[in-house]
């Protein structure tokens, strides 16, 4: 999946999950984008697990409240940790959710004030990460 797709399939995640109702056409025009995208877009979100509903008498979706864990605080070290492992070290180790991973750094991302979101991209553009080769196992 594209970043600008995981980006706005992370968006319209966020949009939902503030508990408005929302119909396809307010999502289309909302992010720009054609009424099958955001069907696409939806059905990304069911194949991760998000429950999301589909009101017929208002024609309109909304995602359960209670699905979400409450808003954690962290501190620039916490989230720029948290990236560096899901950007950087993600696309060379084995990473059990790899997804669920990377919609959660895009949600870290996304919410960080604009100062640290440009601090955490410019650290994460001048860091390089290398996975050391496991050591041998010692038998018992």
């Given at each position: 999946?594209k970043?600008s797709?995981i980006s706005?399939?992370?968006?319209i995640l966020?949009?939902l999950?503030?508990?408005?109702?929302?119909a396809?056409?307010d999502?289309?025009?909302?992010?720009g984008?054609?009424?099958r995208?955001?069907?696409?877009?939806?059905k990304e979100?069911q194949?991760?697990g998000?429950p999301?509903?589909y009101?017929?008498k208002t024609g309109?979706?909304t995602?359960?409240?209670?699905?979400?864990l409450p808003p954690?605080?962290?501190?620039?070290?916490?989230?720029?940790?948290?990236l560096?492992?899901?950007h950087?070290a993600?696309?060379q180790?084995q990473?059990p959710?790899k997804?669920?991973?990377?919609?959660a750094?895009?949600?870290?991302?996304?919410?960080?004030?604009?100062?640290?979101?440009q601090?955490?991209n410019?650290?994460?553009r001048?860091?390089?990460?290398?996975v050391?080769p496991?050591?041998?196992?010692?038998?018992?």
């Amino acid at each position: 999946m594209k970043s600008s797709r995981i980006s706005r399939v992370v968006q319209i995640l966020t949009t939902l999950q503030a508990g408005e109702k929302y119909a396809v056409n307010d999502l289309a025009k909302m992010f720009g984008t054609s009424r099958r995208t955001i069907f696409r877009d939806l059905k990304e979100l069911q194949t991760i697990g998000v429950p999301y509903h589909y009101n017929a008498k208002t024609g309109s979706y909304t995602i359960d409240p209670e699905f979400f864990l409450p808003p954690i605080d962290l501190n620039l070290q916490e989230a720029l940790s948290l990236l560096l492992l899901v950007h950087k070290a993600g696309s060379q180790i084995q990473l059990p959710f790899k997804n669920s991973a990377l919609l959660a750094a895009l949600k870290i991302e996304n919410n960080l004030p604009t100062k640290i979101r440009q601090y955490c991209n410019t650290t994460l553009r001048n860091i390089s990460t290398r996975v050391d080769p496991p050591g041998p196992h010692e038998s018992a």
